[in-house]
T-cell receptor
Framework: DGGITQSPKYLFRKEGQNVTLSCEQN?????MYWYRQDPGQGLRLIYY???????QKGDIAEGYSVSREKKESFPLTVTSAQKNPTAFYLC?????????FGQGTRLTVV | RKEVEQDPGPFNVPEGATVAFNCTYS??????FFWYRQDCRKEPKLLMS???SGNEDGRFTAQLNRASQYISLLIRDSKLSDSATYLC??????????FGTGTSLTVIP
């Protein structure tokens, strides 16, 4: 089955640690995105990539980093510089006018 | 100003009711528009695209008004299973999607 896979589903991190969220897609889509969703809020764009080896900052990129070495993969690193990382993180890819989402990773800082 | 603005609700309606959601977008360069549905603690999924001519899918009707820069979603004969958060989305060129904060709907038996 084609789709987007995010892992892990739940992640706990200690303050001061970096953590990497995985996003893999086998849809052959060029464009991939990372969003953050907080309770009662919409999706805010962290980073996006239109093509391999290229990515752009979104609205809230501070404290995050990404890479796009392969078309299928767009991992997101939440660094210790991100002051409030506890949130629901969604990865998406797009084809024409439709966005497809992974099931999300719920990150909690303890 | 946010790209896409929605009333967060919550909307609590009885089964069988008709409910309407509106959203506005700020950038006239936005080209395509959508409604996504998000169930609690799940990922958003495409509900329907929105066209200027209006489009209907069963009990759901979506409408776009480019002159006023607003998008609407009408749900008729609400079912318990319609309870979810509905996200309004605008897309600009270059595949950039802008999401509203979502409108929460609870259908009550």
């Amino acid at each position: 089955d084609g789709g987007i896979t995010q892992s892990p589903k739940y992640l706990f991190r200690k303050e001061g640690q970096n953590v990497t969220l995985s996003c893999e897609q086998n849809l052959n889509h060029d464009a991939m995105y990372w969003y953050r969703q907080d309770p009662g809020q919409g999706l805010r764009l962290i980073y996006y990539s239109q093509i391999v080896n290229d990515f752009q900052k979104g609205d809230i990129a501070e404290g995050y980093s990404v890479s796009r070495e392969k078309k299928e993969s767009f991992p997101l690193t939440v660094t210790s510089a991100q002051k409030n990382p506890t949130a629901f993180y969604l990865c998406a890819s797009t084809y024409n006018t439709e966005a497809f989402f992974g099931q999300g990773t719920r990150l909690t800082v303890v | 100003r946010k790209e896409v603005e929605q009333d967060p609700g919550p909307f609590n309606v009885p089964e069988g009711a008709t409910v309407a959601f509106n959203c506005t977008y700020s950038n006239s360069a936005s080209q395509s528009f959508f409604w996504y549905r998000q169930d609690c603690r799940k990922e958003p999924k495409l509900l329907m695209s929105v066209y200027s001519s209006g489009n209907e899918d069963g009990r759901f009707t979506a409408q776009l008004n480019r002159a006023s820069q607003y998008i609407s979603l009408l749900i008729r004969d609400s079912k318990l299973s319609d309870s979810a958060t509905y996200l309004c989305v605008a897309q600009r060129t270059g595949n950039q999607f802008y999401f509203g904060t979502g409108t929460s709907l609870t259908v009550i038996p």
